[in-house]
T-cell receptor
Framework: DQQVKQNSPSLSVQEGRISILNCDYT??????FLWYKKYPAEGPTFLIS?????DKNEDGRFTVFLNKSAKHLSLHIVPSQPGDSAVYFC?????????????FGTGTRLLVSP | DAGVIQSPRHEVTEMGQEVTLRCKPI?????LFWYRQTMMRGLELLIY????????DSGMPEDRFSAKMPNASFSTLKIQPSEPRDSAVYFC????????????FGPGTRLTVT
C-alpha cells in the first residue's frame, strides 16, 4: 500500500526548460513534505521541504507546491540544468508514537539534456 | 565532516548465507534509520533507532531480518538466511537531535543474493 506515489518513473526535459515532478499522497496525517535527490552510487540528499501549513516554498531554482485538498505536491526546477539529472524522491512525514517517520515514494528519474 | 559510513559497498552472496551490513552514523546524531531501495517499492523504511533504542521495526520484512545498535556510533542489519528477493540497495541514514525531518544518508550497500 503505497501512501506516497510518484506515478512518473522518468522525465526528460531540455536544458533551460522547466522540470515538473509530481507526487500524490493518501494519508491526511502527513504534516511535512520533502524532496530528496539521488545521484548514482550515492545516497539521497535533502533538496527542499514544505510544511503542511504552507502552499509554496522556494529555494533558488527549486520551488515546491503543496495542494492539500488534492493531496498533491510538485517540484518545479527552473531553469533545468544537466547537473539536475538524478532520481528525485518525494517523502512525507507522519508522527507515530511521538516520533517522526518519513514515507518515501518510488522516485522519478529526471534527465536534462543539453 | 565525515558523513554516514556504510560497509561493505557491495556484497554478493549465495542464497542461505548470512549477510551483515554495517553503518556508522554521523557523530552526535541520535536517530538512525535503515532503508531498502527497490524499483518496485522505492525507499522503504525497515527500522529506526533513537538513542540506540529501536523505536519502530514494523518495516522489517520478516524474522530473517534483524538490526542492532550496540552504541551511538555503530549499527548492523543482518539477514539470515538470505534469499534472492533480498537483493536491493540498503541505506543507512541518521539525523541530529531536534532535526525532526531531514535525514542524512550513507552511500548504500548493494546486496546481490544469487
Amino acid at each position: 500500500d503505497q501512501q506516497v506515489k510518484q506515478n512518473s518513473p522518468s522525465l526528460s526535459v531540455q536544458e533551460g526548460r522547466i522540470s515538473i515532478l509530481n507526487c500524490d499522497y493518501t494519508n491526511s496525517m502527513f504534516d511535512y513534505f520533502l524532496w530528496y535527490k539521488k545521484y548514482p552510487a550515492e545516497g539521497p540528499t535533502f533538496l527542499i521541504s514544505i510544511s503542511s501549513i504552507k502552499d509554496k516554498n522556494e529555494d533558488g531554482r527549486f520551488t515546491v507546491f503543496l495542494n492539500k485538498s488534492a493531496k498533491h505536491l510538485s517540484l518545479h526546477i527552473v531553469p533545468s540544468q544537466p547537473g539536475d539529472s538524478a532520481v528525485y524522491f518525494c517523502a512525507a512525514s507522519v508522527t507515530v508514537s511521538g516520533f517522526q517517520k518519513l514515507v518515501f515514494g518510488t522516485g522519478t528519474r529526471l534527465l536534462v539534456s543539453p | 565532516d565525515a558523513g554516514v559510513i556504510q560497509s561493505p559497498r557491495h556484497e554478493v552472496t549465495e542464497m542461505g548465507q548470512e549477510v551483515t551490513l554495517r553503518c556508522k552514523p554521523i557523530s552526535g546524531h541520535d536517530y538512525l534509520f535503515w532503508y531498502r531501495q527497490t524499483m518496485m517499492r522505492g525507499l522503504e523504511l525497515l527500522i529506526y533507532f533513537n538513542n540506540n533504542v529501536p523505536i519502530d521495526d514494523s518495516g522489517m520484512p520478516e524474522d530473517r531480518f534483524s538490526a542492532k545498535m550496540p552504541n551511538a556510533s555503530f549499527s548492523t542489519l543482518k539477514i539470515q538466511p538470505s534469499e534472492p528477493r533480498d537483493s536491493a540497495v540498503y541505506f543507512c541514514a541518521s539525523s541530529p537531535p531536534g532535526q525532526k525531518y531531514e535525514q542524512y544518508f550513507g552511500p548504500g550497500t548493494r546486496l546481490t543474493v544469487t
